[in-house]
C-alpha cells in the first residue's frame, strides 16, 4: 500500500494533516507535506460514503436498549468528528483537534441549529461531560440517527 514514506500523505491525507497539526510524535524519520486538497478530497469521499453505510447499518441491526449509551455516544462522535475533519480541511481551515473542531461546528451556519446543538450534546455526552439517556430507554439511536444526518450534510457540501 504505502512502500515509501514519502506517499505518506497521498495514501493518508486526514492522519498526514492530525500528525502535523496535533503535534503527534511518530517514531521514525517522517518528512511530511501537507496533503494535496484532490488527495484529501478522494478519501473524504470514500469514507463519507463508506461510513454512512456502516452508520445504517448499525442503527437496523442494533438493539439500543441493550447497549452501552456512552459506547454509543463515543462510536458516533469519532464518525461525526471525522466527518466534520474532512469537511474543514477541505474548506481551508488546518485545524484537526476536537475542541477547535467543536467551537467551528458550534457557530458554522452552514448545518442548521438544531443539527449543530445535537451534535454539541452528542460531544459532551461521549466525553461524559453530561450524563447520557438511560440504557433501557434506548435513545442511543438519537446518537447514531444525528451521527449519520450530520454525516449526510457534509457529503452533500463537499461532493
Given amino acids: 500500500m504505502c512502500n515509501e514514506r514519502k506517499d505518506f500523505e497521498l495514501h493518508f491525507p486526514l492522519l498526514t494533516c492530525r500528525l502535523i497539526k496535533e503535534q503527534i510524535i ?8 501537507w496533503p494535496d486538497i484532490d488527495n484529501l478530497r478522494t478519501e473524504a469521499k470514500y469514507w463519507l460514503c463508506n461510513t454512512t453505510t456502516l452508520i445504517a447499518h448499525r442503527l437496523a441491526n442494533t438493539d439500543f436498549t441493550s447497549q ?3 459506547q454509543e455516544a463515543w462510536i458516533a462522535m469519532k464518525y461525526t468528528l471525522n ?12 485545524e ?3 475542541l477547535k473542531i467543536e467551537t467551528l461546528f458550534a457557530v ?3 448545518y442548521p441549529e438544531s443539527l449543530r446543538k445535537d451534535i454539541i450534546k452528542l460531544f459532551h ?3 461524559e461531560q453530561i450524563p447520557p439517556p438511560t440504557q433501557s430507554s434506548g435513545d442511543a439511536s438519537f446518537f447514531h440517527l444525528s ?3 450530520c454525516i449526510k450534510q457534509v457529503i ?3 461532493m
Fill in 156 to 158: 452533500r457540501i463537499v
Fill in 125 to 127: 455526552i461521549a466525553r
Fill in 83 to 94: 466527518a466534520l475533519r474532512y469537511y474543514y480541511l477541505l474548506h481551508g481551515v488546518n
Fill in 26 to 33: 511518530v517514531k521514525g524519520n517522517f518528512d511530511l507535506k
Fill in 147 to 149: 451521527a449519520l444526518y
Fill in 108 to 110: 458554522d451556519t452552514t
Fill in 96 to 98: 484537526t483537534t476536537a
Fill in 68 to 70: 452501552n449509551p456512552m
